[in-house]
């Protein structure tokens, strides 16, 4: 027929779900020399799937890439399926332990707290959004050791059981007095390992470790000096059943 190029359009049908498939090939030795696809949803959608297989061939693009308002089709406007991700609201109560407080003649301490944590499941990682205080005491005229801090936090399950280990990081926001006259805010750097169970049912179980770092300093009662207080922090977290 003296034709240079010979098109071949293929389509695939399964249920109301349909692909439409392009080729050319070269007619002197029947090389491919382009191919392209696009879903369709059902009969209908065929014309502007059509439409934009000619057109994208025409531009030397795909067609995936050349919708225009009237050629935009049904399957594309579908909402896309995503993988659900369990959420739950949990408490904490736990002891933090400063190893280097900013005061020459007692550099550990020992400060007890609660907090709140946010708290998401999404199968292969678990995040966490947390609100926490802590002090050594409630009396002020003693100068209590005291922490307030909002952080993030994300973590890799190492087990897609009921219980396992998990390990992560995160950051927060932290305001303290853990030692020094003036006490300081900033962020604080943390790195944890932890023990989950009941991750399978509706109220789940933590114990965590956390090694903490304030970037931020805190003065020095008598030298004046900068310190920057690292500690650990060990918790229990309980996540209860929604009612």
Do not use: C
Not at 54 to 60: R, Y
Not at 69 to 78: L, P
């Amino acid at each position: 027929m003296g034709a240079q190029l010979a098109l071949v359009l293929r389509v695939s049908r399964l249920s109301g779900r349909a692909v439409a498939r392009l080729a050319g090939y070269r007619a002197e030795d029947g090389v491919r020399v382009h191919v392209d696809e696009i879903g369709a949803l059902g009969a209908d959608d065929l014309d502007p799937a059509l439409q934009r297989l000619a057109k994208g061939m025409a531009l030397g693009r795909p067609a995936r890439q050349v919708a225009e308002i009237d050629s935009v089709t049904a399957r594309e406007i579908q909402p896309r399926l995503r993988r659900p991700t369990v959420n739950a609201v949990g408490f904490r109560i736990g002891s933090l332990a400063p190893l280097w407080r900013p005061e020459p003649g007692r550099r550990t301490g020992i400060a007890s707290g609660l907090g709140v944590l946010w708290s998401f499941d999404a199968d292969g990682w678990m995040a966490d959004l947390t609100a926490d205080f802590v002090a050594s005491d409630f009396d002020p005229s003693s100068s209590p050791d005291r922490l307030g801090a909002v952080g993030a936090s994300l973590f890799r399950p190492f087990s897609r059981g009921d219980s396992g280990l998990y390990a992560g990081g995160g950051v927060a926001l932290a305001a303290s007095r853990l030692g020094g006259p003036l006490g300081g805010n900033g962020l604080q750097l943390r790195g944890t390992v932890g023990w989950l169970t009941g991750r399978l049912s509706d109220a789940s179980f933590r114990v965590e470790a956390t090694a903490f770092l304030d970037t931020y300093a805190e003065t020095e009662r008598g030298t004046g000096k900068d310190v920057r207080v690292p500690g650990v922090w060990l918790s229990l977290i309980v996540t209860p059943a929604p009612k």
